[in-house]
Structure formats: structure tokens, C-alpha cells
């Protein structure tokens, strides 16, 4: 038997008994009416009275300042939860676009830009560590394979002020110069001499060149160079003459070889101690004998007043070069200057036999052996490979080229002397058959003034190189050191730099059939996109030896920002 009672809490059933209290209270005593049942439980009254509870209970719950607490706890931790699943979300994507942690790069920015075609990012060392059969994108913008980085924000900037101006100061003494090395090698070094002697407050003899290196050329400095244009057009910086002057012909000159990569106190201290008191220096040798960066700016800038206007070719040089450049263009269109070092000297200096018989790997290893002053003799060929330091063959251009964007039809002027192997550029011109060289370009009557002229052939080249639409290098030597920064110097003309490390693992990868072919081909537009020769800093390095060479980048020092 169930037995019912209706209770309330300080309350009974005359209205009297509650006529004073407050309603407050009244709602609070309707509030704890309950049914009891025979046991002892209570059971809420299933009538109206209980949605009344209900609703009031809510009220109560989002009434401003009770459980507010609680509230903001619970959306922080739904917030929290939400942005979780969005970074899972979005790293997902980024694994499925191959752009994972080990292949990202520290961009600060891209742009990619229809006006102008130009990708931009803040370094130009893109490290591509692994590779993965991954969907293409369905549309990217590069830029177009002719067009130069934009170059309107900067100028020259390498004019002399009135201070650098020399004022008739009597002379320290006379600087005898041997330039070593090949034609660029011989240039750079010269161009250090002028600023060095600036330096010294001395007078610069002109300076003999290397008959000695790999191409025994007899060419001496008036053969190359337009001695009287070098000599008035510096004659406001220092003096330069044609040799020694009687009162000091009899003195034995000091020979000196001076300290690679030294700053300029280096040459203001000891070397001024010892030009004081012997007179005549002789440098023996002239190659990266001042640092690329640290100097101060009016020196820098010297040193490209003599690079890239004093030092300029005989006319016989410019006009051959001019004959072959109007040929190269007799149709209107541009034309690429590749600088395929690919040559015997180079290939046994660097110990790179990549595609070579056995036969040539061995020709290569003697002439290695031979050379006194190469003081590497066993070299690991493919591990140099591997690392991005051997030249391109002539295959692996080819296959560059194309995977660029270049039409098999683009017009090649080679930028080297003999093509070593028994294949020689056939790889190259199998899908590039317009080929040219100075010697199927000019006549032989043109040539004849440059036989046995390694020298003069490669001023020829140089300029050539340096007019083209695009240069392209495939070994960062002196050659391509110097007409990169020679380019970037008249405008950042368009320099395709070859990233030779990853471009290596992509072709061993497409060979293994591990990459298809267009895969492989957006990969490197992806990783030469800003590679192009624009305005990039040069910074200095942890290394001297192998940080960027202040003529292969005159950005800062004679590159300046408008």
C-alpha cells in the first residue's frame, strides 16, 4: 500500500501561515515539493510544477556572474580542440603536397607575380633532401625562361668622390704584378692589385700575365686588354706606367706572395713597412689576395671601376665578338651562352669521370698525378658527384635544359674550349642541334689573329656570355664567377644558377625510374625558379675560402638600392 504526503519546507497548507512571507521564499519552498514514496525515496511531481522548475533552473544557470566560470572553461577547451584538429588537418596536407618538414625552406617570402613572373625567395640554396612519387599541382606559375629579374629598384653605384681623388702625393714605390692563372683568374686578380696599390698609396706597373697555366698562351696585357684606356681611365684613382722608371730599373725587386683573403691593414701596414724600404715589390701571385667582404666602400668600388670599366678588350677582341653575337641574333631571337666546362683540365681537377670509359677515367687520373701544384690525387669521382661540385655532363645539361623549358630549337652558343670524351656535346646536340662556338661561327681569316690565343678566344667568349639573353654555367669557376657578377653589374641580367646537389638526385631518380618525367620537370622549375641571377646579398661566411666571391655578387659594395 502507497501512502502519499505532500510536504514543504517551513509551510503548510493555510494561506495564512505564508501571507508575510516573501515571494522569494515562497518560490523556494514550491521548489522542495516532492512525493514520497514508502521507502523513503522521493520522486519529482510529474505535473506542470516541474517544467516551471525546469526552465527557472536554466535561467538561473545563464543568469551574468553564476557559473560563468565553468562556461569559459568549457569553450576554451572546445577552442583548444577545434585548433588541434586543424593543425593535424592542415600538416596532413602539406605531406600530401611533398612539402614536409625535411624539404621545407626557410622562405620569408614568395611572390608569385603574372606582371612580372618572378618568384622570390630569401635564400638561394633550396635543399631538397628526399623525393616522393607525389600528384602534380594543375596549374603554377613560373617565370618565363627569357625574362631577366627585375632590376628597377638598383643602380651602379661605384662612383669616385672628391676625396678618393689621388692629389699628387709623392709615391710609396712601384708594384711589379705576375698575374697567375687564366684569363678571369688574371682579371680578378689585376683588379685586386689596382685596389691594393690605392692601398698602399704605390704605383701599379703593368701586369705580365701567366704563360705558364694549362693553355701556355704567349698573350701578354696589350694583346688583351686596352692598356691606354686602363691607364687614363684609373689615372684619378692611381698611377699606372709602362714600367719602371731608370732611378729604380736597377733595383732588385722584393718577391712577395701576399696573404690570400687579407683585409686592407694587411696591405697598409706590413706591406707599406716593406714597400718603404725596398721600393719595388714583386707580387708573384694575384688570385683572391684581398677579401670579399669587410673592405671599405670606396675600395670595393675601385675594385669594380677596374674589373668592369678599366679592364676592357682590345678592339680586335670587341669586334669579333660583336660579328659573332649579330650572327646569333641575324633572326631576332635569343640566344642562350652555356659555359659547359667540360674539358680535360677540369674534369682531372676535380677527379669527375661521371658517363667517361675507363680508358678516359685513367687519361684523367695521370694528367691529376702530373700536375705538382694539384695537391688532391685520389679523388672519390661519383662522391663528388653526389655532393654538387663536378661539372655537368654534357647529357645532364641536355636533359637541364629541357626539363627548363627550352625548346629544342633555342640557339646554344658554347662558352668552352674542347668538350672532353669521345661523345664530346653529341648528348647535348641530339636535342639541341643549334650549336655554336666561336670557331663554326667566325671564318678562318677571323680566327687567324687568335690562333694559339687561348686567352684572347676566351675575351671573345666572355663578351659573348656576357651580351647573351641567358647565361648558363654547369662548374662555379672562375669563368662563371666572373661573368655572373659582371652580368648582375649591368642590370641582373638573367643567370640560370644551377642547384647541381638536388638536380643530381632528381636525374638518378628519374633514370631508376623512381619519378615520372613531368614530375621531374616541375621539380626543377620548383627549385631553379629563383635561381635566375637576381638581387641577392652577399654575405659573408663562417669560411673565407668558401664564401661567395665578391666579383661572382658586387651586391653590396658597388650594387646599390635606389
Known sequence: MLTISVTSIAATEDPSSTADVSPRILRLM??????????????????????????????????????????????????????????????????????????FITARSVEISIRTNKLITEGDNIIISEFKETPLPLKLTLPDIWTKPNADLYYKCVQRSSKDIISGEPTNGYILVHSNGGLNQMKTGISDMVAIAKVMNATLV???LDH????????????????????????????????LPPAYASIKPLQRAPVSYSKASYYSNQMSSLMKKHKVINFTHTDSRLANNGLPNPIQRLRCRAMYEALKFTDEILELADKLITRLRDDDKPFIALHLRYEKDMLAFTGCSHNLSKAEDEELRQLRRSVRHWKEKHINGEERRRQGVCPMTPREVAVFLEAIGFPSDTKIYIVAGNIYGQDGVKALQDKYPNIYTHSNLATEDELSPFNNRQNKLAAVDYTVALESDVFVFTYDGNMAKAVQGHRKYEGFRKTIIPDKKNFVKLIDRMDKGLISWEEFSMKVKILHANRTGGAVLRKPGKVVKSEESFYANPYPGCICEK
Not at 522548475?53 to 544557470?61: V, Y
Not at 569559459?72 to 592542415?90: E, N, Q
Not at 701578354?220 to 692611381?238: A, M, N
Request: proline share 4%.
Open 212 to 243: 705558364n697555366s694549362f693553355w701556355t698562351d704567349p698573350s701578354d696585357f696589350k694583346d688583351i686588354f686596352d692598356w691606354k684606356h686602363f691607364v687614363e681611365y684609373l689615372e684619378e684613382d692611381i698611377s699606372v706606367v709602362d714600367h
Open 206 to 208: 703593368l701586369p705580365s
Open 30 to 103: 514550491t521548489r522542495r515539493r516532492v512525493i514520497e514514496s514508502i521507502d523513503g525515496n522521493v520522486l519529482p511531481m510529474r505535473n506542470a510544477m516541474l517544467f516551471r522548475r525546469k526552465g527557472r533552473f536554466w535561467l538561473d544557470i545563464l543568469r551574468p556572474g553564476r557559473y560563468m566560470c565553468v562556461l569559459m572553461f568549457w569553450g576554451l577547451m572546445t577552442l583548444l580542440f577545434m585548433t588541434l584538429l586543424a593543425k593535424f588537418a592542415l600538416l596532413n596536407t602539406l605531406h600530401d603536397l611533398n612539402l614536409d618538414r625535411s624539404e
